[in-house]
């Protein structure tokens, strides 16, 4: 007689963050500077338009215009057109407009380190890391001395199958930018993603270590080793982070979370409860935890906050049910039938069956089991129909 209705999992997935190294390229502004050329100049508003991230705008006004229009630097023209087309996500497209700048630059003179930066932008986004790494080549020692440089290098590298020479970029750029924390953060996600959660958090706590932390980085941070693999290096950073910011509710929902991947139910709840005192949101996560952990009175005394009547009395039943007070579990029935659950779930139906048979009311039981039409629910209610029959006919049939 061990047969149990299937047991919620209360604790939702939190948001997931953005953590693959595609993140390289976020932050960048891919606009070219505002123009200070005449009012005649035919480029200068959708120069303008770009450079103030009216993508739709620019498009409109550099599809009136052609490389030969009268007026109109054929370069500058493919610039624009590729940093436009770079915003829009359309990588190989920005790659030709790109190169077909960098082909027009005048003879003799060096490539333009910041559009060889943004060809190799535009070279990953169409899934061409080689070609990246040779635009970034093309735009010579120079191009060092742009901010985003490391994280093109990192991913090209790391695209390649060559973490090494990407962790190595972006420490680099790291020396090289010390005021860039996404450099770090890369390196974090890159080590965590080789496995190596020990040295990520050796990274992530020297990250949050530095005054312009936030409790949504230190959260990213750790969600980032707790999906690796490593929530207890995710627990360390967080109870780290919570000591600064013990109220955080993201914090201590990733320290829940973390705690349970542990098999730490009661530790999960304990998390939650203070964030959970202020937000009846929270009281059936709270409340599942503590069901899970075995405090029966506990989770029913949290049960008794969450704030959906239909959520509340499906958790309460669980609740009683998985601590064995089968005759209080029998009794909800009629407030299962009022808010309109007994009649639409027969996995619930039948866990209230169950404790009717527990609780010994044998013909509530039977009456229960009555019309199960799922397969796997309708051969549960056989045997506990047969399991029905042999205690009517004798006590020790229940044994």
């Known amino acids: 007689m061990s047969a149990h209705p299937p047991r919620p999992r209360r604790l939702a997935p939190l948001a997931p963050l953005a953590l693959g190294l595609a993140l390289l390229m976020a932050g960048v502004s891919l606009a070219a500077p505002r123009a200070s050329t005449p009012t005649t100049d035919p480029l200068a508003l959708p120069a ?8 739709d705008r620019a498009a409109a006004e550099l599809a009136l215009l052609r490389p030969d229009s009268p007026g109109v630097d054929p370069a500058r023209y493919h610039r624009l057109m590729g940093l436009l087309q770079l915003q829009q996500g359309e990588g190989a497209a920005a790659a030709t407009s790109l190169r077909a700048a960098l082909d027009l630059r005048p003879t003799g003179s060096a490539p333009d380190p910041a559009l060889c930066l943004s060809l190799a932008r535009a070279e990953l986004l169409a899934g061409a890391p080689t070609r990246a790494l040779e635009a970034l080549a093309l735009g010579g020692a120079a191009v060092e001395d742009l901010p985003g440089t490391p994280r093109v290098r990192a991913k090209a590298a790391n695209d390649l199958g060559r973490p090494a020479e990407a962790l190595r970029a972006l420490e680099d750029g790291a020396r090289r930018f010390p ?3 996404e450099l770090v953060r890369q390196q974090v996600i890159l080590v965590a993603g080789l496995g190596l959660s020990q040295e990520a958090l050796a990274r992530a ?8 932390a936030t409790p949504a980085e230190a959260a990213s941070l750790a969600e980032l080793l707790r999906r690796s693999g490593a929530p207890d290096r995710a627990l360390l950073l967080l109870e780290g982070a919570m000591l600064r910011a013990p109220t955080d509710p993201d914090l ?22 203070p964030i959970a005192a202020t937000d009846p949101a929270w009281a059936d996560e709270v409340a599942e935890l503590y069901r899970e952990a075995g405090r029966t009175e506990t989770a029913l005394l949290w049960n008794g906050r969450v704030p959906d009547p239909k959520e ?12 064995e007070e089968f005759e209080r579990a029998a009794g909800l029935e009629d407030r299962l039938d009022r808010v309109g659950l007994l009649r639409s ?3 619930l ?3 209230v069956a169950y404790a009717h048979f527990r609780a010994g009311a044998l013909e509530d039981a039977d009456r229960l089991l009555i019309g199960m039409s799922d397969p796997k629910l309708f051969a549960q209610a056989t045997e506990l129909r047969a399991a029905i029959a042999r205690c009517a006919e004798s006590p020790e049939g229940c044994a």
């Open 179 to 181: 005021n860039d924390r």
């Open 312 to 323: 509340k009395t499906r958790q309460r039943f669980a609740i009683l049910l998985d601590g």
């Open 48 to 55: 303008l338009l770009l450079s103030d991230g009216h993508l």
């Open 345 to 347: 779930d027969e996995a």
């Open 252 to 273: 201590r929902a990733r320290a829940a979370a973390a705690h349970r991947a542990l098999g730490q139910p009661l530790a999960a709840a304990r998390a939650l409860e």
């Open 349 to 351: 139906r039948y866990g």
């Open 205 to 212: 706590e020297v990250l949050l270590a530095d005054a312009a």
